[in-house]
């Protein structure tokens, strides 16, 4: 008898390993490697920029943030209908790589502007303007195509662990920002965030194509080769038809009015601890690192199994209750340490649980609400919330005076929230059921013709 290549018996040997260690099946580490190098380079370029962002923000005055947040809202607002037009008509396998590769254009322009006009300050918050809806859509995206590729199942199994992807990223993005701002300057770092979008594209690409090696369906693969047609605006429709996909906008709502509460604390917070530019880079920088490697841990060993075993409930609700009760604590004790406690609580419990958890959700929609209502929720439901909450954060501290009524407030906000994630779960769990009935009577059916 014939023996295997040794190569082939390592690659084999090393499949089973990872799968065990990670409670995943074997045919499944590689999407799941291709997953995790899709997020990582989409991150890596994205954290790179993330900590300029900020420190852009905060030199405009935290008194005028509210004006980028809706100046975001309104360029998120631009930018749909076009995502929609790419959406409709181009092939579905790909949107991702025209949505990035457009980015990355952008990048390119937007790097030549920092080179001719470096102390511009209007560039400067266009950048910043720009980079908020970047982050959103592309990242938006990304998940598309994972919901799109994948069954609830499998999701349950490979969502955390690609996620990881992403917060290896967030680790490796602000790294190597500092370690080479100084040299390349911010219009290198754009470059360089550029070609992490086009290798983003080529990892994207790769698991398209294992899909198609072991695709879901007899005529899923040539469906991905076709365009999702429809309206450009078919993404808010679907939502306010679907009370399933309008809780998303209410749970994505609800996530982006507590974000924004603690965002605008930890600004008003950081311009009083640290009143130099440098210095609040570098703190933004190291909450980051913190934020990524607690979200490390947690997608590698507990995400995926809590998912399994407890549900996604569990994902969706944990997160809100914990920030209510880092609101209860901001309201008594409004102190910048204890700020960084419920800022690195709540975003690495986003990152770990909530984000996963969140994507989850979409594996049981249609097909075409998983590219174009996801991505309306996904922006322009989240950076509308990022606007209103701006202001409404902004007018209850005209009103009050007291940084603890907006704190009250935010806890309220967080347990409608967490309300709102658990009744997701159960309706998740209802068509899931529904679509595995419809799976089994068309097996039936198929096996009684037969």
């Known amino acids: 008898?014939?023996?295997?290549?040794?190569?082939?018996?390592?690659?084999?040997?090393?499949?089973?390993?990872?799968?065990?260690?990670?409670?995943?099946?074997?045919?499944?580490?590689?999407?799941?490697?291709?997953?995790?190098?899709?997020?990582?380079?989409?991150?890596?370029?994205?954290?790179?920029?993330?900590?300029?962002?900020?420190?852009?923000?905060?030199?405009?005055?935290?008194?005028?943030?509210?004006?980028?947040?809706?100046?975001?809202?309104?360029?998120?607002?631009a930018a749909m209908p076009l995502f929609g037009w790419l959406a409709a008509r181009a092939e579905r396998r790909r949107v991702l790589a025209w949505t990035l590769g457009f980015f990355a254009m952008n990048l390119a322009l937007f790097a030549l502007g920092f080179e001719l006009r470096p102390d511009d300050?209007?560039?400067?918050?266009?950048?910043?303007?720009?980079?908020?809806?970047?982050?959103?859509?592309?990242?938006?995206?990304?998940?598309?195509?994972?919901?799109?590729?994948?069954?609830?199942?499998?999701?349950?199994?490979?969502?955390?662990?690609?996620?990881?992807?992403?917060?290896?990223?967030?680790?490796?993005?602000?790294?190597?920002?500092?370690?080479?701002?100084?040299?390349?300057?911010?219009?290198?770092?754009?470059?360089?965030?550029?070609?992490?979008?086009?290798?983003?594209?080529?990892?994207?690409?790769?698991?398209?194509?294992?899909r198609d090696r072991h695709p879901l369906g007899p005529d899923e693969t040539r469906a991905r080769s076709r365009p999702l047609g429809g309206s450009p605006f078919a993404g808010a429709s679907q939502v306010l038809r679907s009370p399933f996909l309008l809780g998303c906008a209410v749970f994505v709502l609800l996530l982006a009015a507590s974000t924004t509460f603690l965002y605008f604390?930890?600004?008003?917070?950081?311009?009083?601890?640290?009143?130099?530019r440098v210095d609040q880079t570098r703190v933004f920088g190291v909450i980051d690192m913190i934020v990524q490697a607690l979200a490390i841990v947690t997608q590698l060993f507990f995400t995926g199994r809590i998912a399994q075993r407890l549900g996604v409930g569990v994902l969706l609700v944990a997160v809100p209750l914990a920030v209510a009760g880092g609101f209860l604590w901001l309201a008594f004790a409004p102190t910048f340490a204890v700020l960084v406690v419920v800022m690195i609580a709540r975003r690495a419990g986003e990152y770990a649980l909530v984000r996963p958890g969140r994507?989850?959700?979409?594996?049981?929609?249609?097909?075409?609400?998983?590219?174009?209502?996801?991505?309306?929720?996904?922006?322009?439901?989240?950076?509308?919330?990022?606007?209103l909450s701006g202001w409404l954060k902004a007018t209850i501290e005209l009103i009050a005076h007291q940084p603890a009524v907006a704190a009250l407030v935010g806890a309220g906000i967080a347990l409608t929230w967490g309300a709102t994630g658990a009744w997701l779960a159960r309706e998740q769990r209802k068509l899931d059921d529904s679509a595995s009935r419809v799976d089994a009577d068309v097996g039936s059916a198929t096996v009684a013709g037969a």
């Open 1 to 77: 008898m014939q023996r295997p290549p040794a190569t082939e018996g390592h690659s084999s040997a090393w499949r089973v390993l990872v799968a065990r260690v990670f409670d995943v099946e074997a045919q499944e580490v590689e999407p799941l490697a291709l997953g995790l190098i899709m997020f990582f380079l989409l991150f890596t370029g994205y954290f790179m920029l993330r900590p300029v962002r900020e420190t852009m923000g905060i030199a405009g005055g935290v008194q005028n943030l509210q004006w980028l947040f809706t100046g975001t809202f309104v360029a998120t607002l």
């Open 121 to 210: 300050v209007w560039l400067a918050r266009g950048f910043y303007i720009w980079l908020s809806v970047f982050n959103l859509l592309s990242v938006s995206v990304a998940w598309s195509v994972m919901a799109d590729l994948f069954r609830i199942a499998e999701a349950k199994r490979l969502f955390a662990l690609a996620a990881v992807g992403a917060s290896v990223g967030g680790l490796a993005g602000p790294l190597l920002g500092v370690a080479l701002v100084g040299s390349i300057g911010h219009a290198g770092l754009l470059l360089l965030s550029a070609l992490l979008l086009v290798g983003t594209i080529f990892a994207a690409r790769h698991l398209q194509m294992w």
């Open 265 to 276: 604390e930890q600004a008003r917070l950081v311009q009083a601890e640290f009143p130099n």
């Open 359 to 387: 994507e989850m959700l979409f594996t049981v929609v249609p097909v075409e609400a998983k590219y174009k209502a996801k991505n309306f929720i996904d922006t322009v439901v989240y950076r509308g919330s990022d606007a």
